[in-house]
């Protein structure tokens, strides 16, 4: 598992065109919806208002702040009325700004980007997007059985872990994204080589067989990372399934034990299970630690 000395934590920041993955804070303008799990913090933008809402909200503050202006000025303040008008000005200013704001959609916002480049990944074609989106509901899956699982894993250890397993997915889609935009721009100029005699022509082959191998390599590795995730997933759900039966058979047993006079005896079946979906849980975070642990 990954060490507390080096701590992963992952933010993740979407809006309709871009999702961000990194390292460190990231998030949106405006309104935000922040869930936090595990060892991951994902912002989205939450549902603007519309302009009448925000109007009536800015004309609301307005008045307030008129009303207050002249309370205090009623009160003594009549020396400073200059100050207080300015000051009145200025927090109405912020209110109308306010309202624009609560109108619009938020946009995805990276404040360390520029400085920290390699601990961001931009995903913003959809197919990577969705693709990511789908890994985050993947490892949210697993994570939910985290907390029943707490005598053979530790949660916070396994948060980290499908943190850092996110972190290596949103990595292998950026590369992806990137070997896409060669292959398209490959697609575009072949409608344009059509002498296979050329130097252009084989060059042109070339180059789109090293980009196929590039897309299979990257494939190839987001299928493992997904391959881990749903084994781990239904380990663990398996593992709770079976041990709710196990003690529910317990239970009834212990029950019956008492309404019957020679009651059966032997091991339940449902706790040889249990031992051996134990077995599956362990095994498929041991995989997933062997694959993701420790990277950064």
């Known amino acids: 598992m990954t060490s507390s000395e080096n701590y992963v934590h992952l933010w993740i920041a979407s809006d309709a065109k871009t999702t961000a993955v990194a390292l460190t804070e990231v998030g949106v303008s405006g309104r935000a919806r922040v869930h936090e799990w595990g060892s991951v913090t994902d912002v989205s933008p939450d549902a603007p208002m519309s302009r009448e809402t925000a109007n009536r909200r800015a004309t609301q503050q307005m008045i307030l702040i008129a009303v207050v202006s002249i309370g205090i000025c009623l009160a003594g303040g009549a020396p400073y009325a200059g100050v207080i008008f300015v000051a009145a000005f200025v927090l109405g200013a912020l209110a109308i700004a306010g309202a624009i704001r609560a109108e619009q959609q938020g946009i995805v916002r990276t404040p360390d980007l520029r400085s920290f480049p390699d601990i961001h990944r931009l995903l913003t074609t959809p197919q990577e997007q969705r693709s990511f989106r789908a890994l985050v509901t993947l490892a949210e899956r697993v994570g939910r059985t985290l907390p029943a699982l707490d005598e053979l894993v530790e949660p916070s250890e396994a948060g980290e872990l499908l943190a850092q397993a996110l972190w ?21 100029h072949e409608k344009d080589t059509t002498d296979e005699s050329s130097r252009a022509y084989r060059d042109l082959k070339h180059q789109r067989q ?60 449902a706790s040889e299970q249990l031992a051996d979906e134990t077995t599956a849980v362990l095994d498929a975070y041991r995989e997933l630690n062997d694959l993701y642990g420790g990277k950064h």
Request: proline residues 2%; without cysteine.
């Open 168 to 188: 290596d997915g949103a990595k292998n889609l950026a590369r992806k994204q990137d070997i896409r935009a060669v292959r398209d721009d490959l697609r575009r």
């Open 210 to 269: 090293q980009a196929d191998a590039l897309w299979k390599e990257v494939n190839g590795e987001l299928a493992t990372l997904v391959g881990q995730l749903t084994a781990a997933a239904e380990a663990g759900e398996r593992f709770i399934r079976d041990r709710d039966l196990d003690e529910t058979l317990q239970r009834t047993e212990k029950a019956l034990a008492e309404l019957v006079v020679d009651p059966m005896s032997g091991p339940s079946g």
